[in-house]
């Protein structure tokens, strides 16, 4: 069954570095997303992206954040300056269907700021 | 705003029970719903979805019900294995287009041998 892939599985960085988490989406899909998820909590949305753009993003995707689709199967989220703050786990969904269908997750990219 | 916390309400049941986990979602203009299985260092898994024009959809061994009166949620796991320890979320977005999931605080489904 195809699978949403994310790395690395973990990514330890120090505070004010940048940071890029990959993830390759399954094939034919076409709408990405990146949420995250702090220790313990529940699943928050950062944005949505489809046909080479943003299409929504929420407050913690704030101007150290941005997302790319530098070739027809990567999707990558870039932190610029990283805070102690976005530790957690970052997730990529993606989804192949204008009519509503699951989104597919992948096993996430553990985050360590240090 | 919304609360969050450290400690998930957690349902402890016995193999072969069937479990009930509820959720109570916050959008009355949702209309899709899905409930996701999350196991320790992994990410969301499907497990099954619910349009808002159904009130009940089956799968293998689980069932969702759906009550849009008080924007309510349940997922019903028949015979419960020790396999299906994990955290449960539901998540619901809007049916036109493509739309951000927003979930639930999650539940912990512990499944004692």
């Known amino acids: 069954e195809p699978e949403v892939t994310q790395t690395p599985s973990h990514q330890v960085t120090q505070m004010g570095q940048e940071v890029i988490l990959r993830c390759v989406p399954i094939?034919?899909?076409?709408?990405f997303y990146w949420y995250r998820q702090i220790l313990g909590q529940k699943v928050e949305f950062l944005v949505s992206?489809?046909?080479?753009?943003?299409?929504?993003k929420s407050e913690i995707f704030d101007d150290q954040f941005s997302v790319e689709r530098p070739d027809g199967s990567n999707f990558t989220l870039k932190i610029r300056s990283t805070k102690l703050e976005d530790s957690a786990m970052y997730f990529c969904a993606s989804e192949d269907s204008f009519i509503s269908q699951p989104q597919h997750f992948g096993d996430g990219t553990r985050l360590s700021i240090l | 705003g919304e609360s969050v916390g450290l400690h998930l309400p957690t349902l402890s049941v016995q193999e072969g029970d069937n479990s009930i986990i509820n959720c109570a979602y916050s959008?009355?203009?949702?209309?899709?719903f899905i409930w996701y299985k999350q196991e320790s260092g992994k990410g969301p898994q499907f497990i099954i979805d619910i349009r808002s024009n159904m009130d009940k959809r089956q799968g293998q061994r689980v069932t969702v019900l759906l009550n849009k009166t008080v924007k309510h949620l349940s997922l019903q796991i028949a015979a419960t294995q020790p396999g299906d320890s994990a955290v449960y979320f539901c998540?619901?977005?809007?049916?036109?287009?493509?739309?951000?999931?927003?979930f639930g605080t999650g539940t912990r489904l512990l499944v004692s041998p």
């Open positions: 992206f489809y046909n080479n753009e943003i299409s929504e």
């Open positions: 094939s034919n899909h076409l709408y």
């Open positions: 998540a619901e977005k809007g049916n036109t287009g493509f739309q951000k999931l927003v």
């Open positions: 959008n009355s203009a949702s209309d899709y």
